[in-house]
């Protein structure tokens, strides 16, 4: 299946977890992808498999919370590749902590990488898919915009990627530029691991509680994620814009 060939696309966050297995995704359906994390190091490794893989990767550097890297960062693409395709912000960072606990420096971190971070990839890359009449957004929400316990800064940004989202879709829909986002449950990612840590859990009993939470009694794959994100961000999708779509296993 080649529903990317010819097409151009950056992943941001691209260097691990539900990032790196997007990047793979959408070059094994054809794509040129540019993957971006916070140092182009971080990407590398997303890219040498990429390459073993026989598909046609770039690894860069950059600061989705600083605009300027950000618009550097389009600049270099169009400059190597000529244009733009496809957009998926997937970045994001967690610093969990109940509410009375949490710093300012912890909410205005994950508010300038989760949600600015998503404004100035989008505002960037717009400029160029405008012009051509042509392009595919698709943001990273979560399951955590509904409300968690110890993530009032990570749940009011993946809330918030959901209004920027229904808005640039009135905005952009009649430049042919479709903007939806995924917002995935559970899924077994270094993040996740991460939240393990926090509450005193290893990953794996984590994961085992979340999956009894779960009805189809398991979490995600990174993978499975990725399968979503390049339907949204192919032709197949050509009529759907301004949703949000939970791929969460059913839970409510």
């Known amino acids: 299946m080649d529903r990317f060939a010819n097409r151009v696309a950056i992943v941001t ?10 990047a793979a995704r959408l070059s094994a359906e054809g794509a040129t992808v540019v993957a ?13 498999r990429i390459g073993a893989a026989g598909g046609t990767a770039r690894a860069l550097g950059c600061d989705v919370s600083h605009p300027e890297d950000v618009e550097n960062t389009v600049a270099l693409v169009l400059s190597e590749f000529h244009r733009l395709d496809v957009l998926v912000n997937n970045a994001g960072i967690t610093r969990d902590n109940l509410l009375f606990r949490m710093s300012d420096d912890d909410w205005a971190s994950v508010l ?9 990839c989008c505002r960037a890359a717009q400029r160029p898919m405008v012009q051509a009449r042509y392009g595919r957004i698709v943001n990273l929400s979560s399951r955590s915009a509904l409300g968690n316990r110890g993530q009032t800064n990570y749940a009011a940004t993946k809330a918030g990627v959901q209004g920027l989202t229904a808005t640039l879709a009135i905005e952009l829909g009649p430049f042919n530029i479709t903007v939806n986002a ?13 939240t393990a840590e926090r509450v005193g859990m290893t990953a794996e009993d984590h994961q085992r509680a979340a999956a009894d939470a779960t009805p189809l009694r398991r979490v995600g794959r990174p993978e499975e994620i990725a399968a979503t994100i390049a339907f949204l961000a192919s032709d197949d999708a050509s009529y759907v814009s301004g949703q949000t779509l939970y ?3 059913g839970a409510r």
């Open 182 to 194: 995924v917002a995935p449950g559970y899924v077994a990612t270094p993040m996740t691991a991460a």
């Open 247 to 249: 791929v969460n296993g």
């Open 13 to 22: 966050g691209a260097g691990r977890g539900i990032g790196a297995a997007t």
């Open 112 to 120: 300038a990488v989760n949600l600015t971070g998503v404004f100035n």
């Open 36 to 48: 971006v994390d916070v140092t182009e190091d971080a990407a590398s490794a997303a890219v040498e």
